[in-house]
């Protein structure tokens, strides 16, 4: 039986549950189950901190978990990242005054106040860098310079719009860009089962990425129109009862989406029709 962990809370619980549910898996109803077996699947659903996940999975307590790639580097444990899953996507950047800083080399011998210190210390290691101290905080981090406890802040930026208020900004490059992602540990052999939720969450993932196009175009605008949807390995295409015409079906992009249409309206396609994919194989 395969044992999976999945975030009791926060950003990450939500997408996650709903990404297993499409992806065929029973999932809770009631927020207070912390464990929930799936018998038709070979499964069992354990609730967990997101924080704690990647420790468990490192400990082979559980044998794949759902959790932010900057939760699993901060955590120190012995998982390692499977799969990457598109959602709670982030970027994490340093912050100082306004004006005071502009590159990482600089935050050498200085306080750097974090809510990831693993996170943050491997990154300033790996370049050679060494504060003089980094400074675990569990929330409002912008606010650690001001009350003198920091030099430098390390923490989730989105618009910056938080930091400005508080007077700061980012410097340097990215110290990450997290997103979800399916943990394992990283010293042992795949657990049995891995392999169909690998391939249920990628049909999935997948899913939401692209839809499936319909077109009709006449036989002489065929080249051009399958040139702008080549599909994944190609495209269908079929004959109409009219035989100056052809039907095609691919797979496009969901973001290029109108741009597709419009494209393949100005080859001479008609009757395009768009429709979502609820879950693939590929």
């Given at each position: ?8 809370k ?6 996650a549950v709903?990404l297993?549910r ?19 699947n070979?499964?069992?659903?354990f ?17 794949v978990g759902i959790?932010g ?8 444990s012995s ?22 800083l ?7 011998g200085?306080?750097v106040?974090?809510s990831y ?7 300033l290691?790996?370049?050679g860098?060494?504060?003089s ?5 569990d929330?409002?981090?912008?606010s650690?310079?001001r009350?003198?406890?920091?030099d ?8 910056g719009?938080?930091?400005r208020a508080a ?18 540990r ?6 049995a089962?891995l392999?169909?939720?690998t391939?249920r969450?990628q ?14 175009v ?6 051009r129109?399958?040139?702008i949807?080549?599909g ?27 741009r597709v ?5 100005e080859?001479g396609?008609?009757?395009i ?5 609820h879950a693939c194989r590929?």
């Open positions: 039986m395969l044992r999976i962990a999945v975030p009791n926060g950003s990450l619980s939500e997408p709903d297993l499409e992806a065929g898996y029973r999932q809770r109803r009631d927020p207070r189950e912390l464990v929930l077996p799936d018998p038709d070979d499964a069992e659903f609730f967990l901190r997101p924080r704690d996940v990647a420790v468990y999975v490192g400990q082979g307590t559980v044998d959790t790639r900057d939760l699993l580097i901060d955590s120190g998982a390692t990242e499977h799969l990457p899953l598109g959602f709670a996507r982030s970027t994490f950047r340093f912050a100082s005054a306004a004006g005071r502009h590159d990482v080399l600089e935050v050498a200085l306080r106040a974090t210190p693993v996170l943050v210390e491997r990154y290691v790996e370049r860098v060494a504060a101290a980094i400074v675990r905080l929330g409002a981090v912008e650690a310079i009350l003198g406890v920091a430098v802040i390390a923490d989730v930026v989105e618009t719009s938080t930091l007077g700061l900004e980012v410097f340097g490059d990215p110290i990450l860009r997290s997103e979800a992602v399916l943990v394992r990283a010293d042992a052999d795949a657990p089962g392999d169909v939720l391939r969450i049909g999935v993932i997948t899913a939401h990425e692209y839809v499936l196009m319909d077109y009709d006449p036989i002489s605008a065929v080249d129109a399958v040139r949807t080549p994944l390995e190609s495209p269908t295409v079929s004959p109409l009862h009219d035989k100056q015409w052809c039907a095609v079906r691919a797979m496009v992009p969901r973001a290029q989406t109108n249409m419009d494209e393949l309206y080859a396609a008609r009757a029709i768009v429709t979502s994919i590929l």
